[in-house]
């Protein structure tokens, strides 16, 4: 699609939908805590969140490993990712080396004739994040972390997509496609705003190129559209991942004061909402109808129609993020 009309979309606040959270689960690996890993005993961040075969896939921003986790027991396996700058795999602001984390912000899964496939984008908000993990059902342990700076290059330079900071937040794949999403809490630059978008890239042209990225070119982006998400407590709301549901397509969105798409900022919290014909989103609260402050960033969906899965990222390198079961209740 040409750049030169991109449709601009309003979801709308529907206080007829309802997103109730129901508990909240800190996750901790099952292992435990590996310093010649540099492994902590938790999960830090809960920055994506897909079903990969019968367990959750959950990425992290700001730590080197793959969280499988285990629906009923809430067992947490930690699949160790190559390390990073000095050899470490967690980076933070209270190490001061927070500029050389991969930041996994999205993920899907992609079923194929033999397994499936799971995908996780780094946000592109930086050169070093321009990466690309591929993960396989039949061996998880056997992994793929490439860079991807071509493709990364393209979803910049179209600004319809990207605005004025590239982040890619969120990914869901469909009917051969994989929709990504980017989101709009960058900082105005060079007479740019930073949008919501979302625009697809086929399936199986991403697949050639990440088996040969230095001589394939990357798929071109198409569908592209722009969302106005609204605000949530005075601050605008902003996608942080997307998930295809029972209802449809179904999203998160933060309200975060952040100055622009590396640094985070103070939270008045977060909702649920669903794209297609009528898009409309509900902010979540606690059963006794309190705001639910958690910064979600990512959802998956259950086979309960009424139930969602969601993961929080605190912020803070301390403390576990928590898997929440959330009660989807109105017309969805």
Known sequence: MSESFVPVIHPVRDPSLRAIVLRSVPLFYREGADPTLDRPPHVRAGSSLSWFG???ALVQDDANFLALIDPQSLAVEAITLPSGEAGLRQFDDQRGNKRFKLDLEACTTISTANEE???AFGSGSTPQREQILTVY????SCLRLQSAAALYDHLRQCAAFSGSELNVEG????AGYIRLFNRGNGAPKNALLPVNATGDINWEELAAYLEAPEQQQPPDLQNIRQYDLGRLNGLALTFTDATVAQQGILFSAAA???PDVTADG???????????D???WIELRTPNGDLFMGKVEGL?????SHRLLIVTDADDPTLPCELCEVELAGDW
């Open 54 to 56: 019968d367990r959750l």
């Open 300 to 304: 998956c969906p259950t086979q309960d």
């Open 256 to 258: 975060e004061d952040s």
């Open 137 to 140: 059902t039949a061996d998880p």
């Open 171 to 174: 990914a869901i794949f469909q």
């Open 117 to 119: 496939v799971f995908l």
């Open 278 to 280: 009528r898009p409309r």
């Open 266 to 276: 103070i939270v008045s919290g977060s909702a649920i909402g669903i794209l297609g």
